[in-house]
């Protein structure tokens, strides 16, 4: 069951962490929409670790689940 891109309308704002496909960077791994920053007020996507100034002003046009982590021997 593979993930798939849609578009960035139909993506989440709460607070899940989702890959956005942005056309001038390309892919832009473990995001979320924050509806609190005061730098913000409309919202922002910002990086789940925290870079959020990686994220500033960008336009993504895309949205995926993260996909699973790869299953491993034990």
Same mark, same amino acid.
């Given at each position: 069951?593979?993930? $798939? ?6 993506? =989440?704002?709460? *607070?899940?962490?989702? !890959?956005?496909?942005? /056309? ?7 995001? #979320? ?6 730098? *913000? /007020? ?6 789940? !670790?925290?870079?959020?100034? !990686?994220?500033?002003?960008? $336009? =993504?046009?895309?949205? #995926?689940? /993260?996909? =699973?982590?790869?299953?491993? !021997?034990?």
């Amino acid at each position: 069951m593979g993930s $798939e891109w849609k578009s960035i309308e139909s993506a =989440p704002r709460d *607070y899940s962490t989702v !890959d956005l496909w942005v /056309p001038e960077r390309g892919r832009m791994t473990d995001m #979320m929409w924050c509806v609190t920053s005061p730098l *913000y /007020p409309n919202g922002s996507w910002i990086s789940v !670790d925290q870079e959020w100034q !990686d994220a500033r002003g960008i $336009e =993504p046009t895309h949205w #995926m689940r /993260p996909p =699973p982590p790869p299953e491993t !021997d034990q």
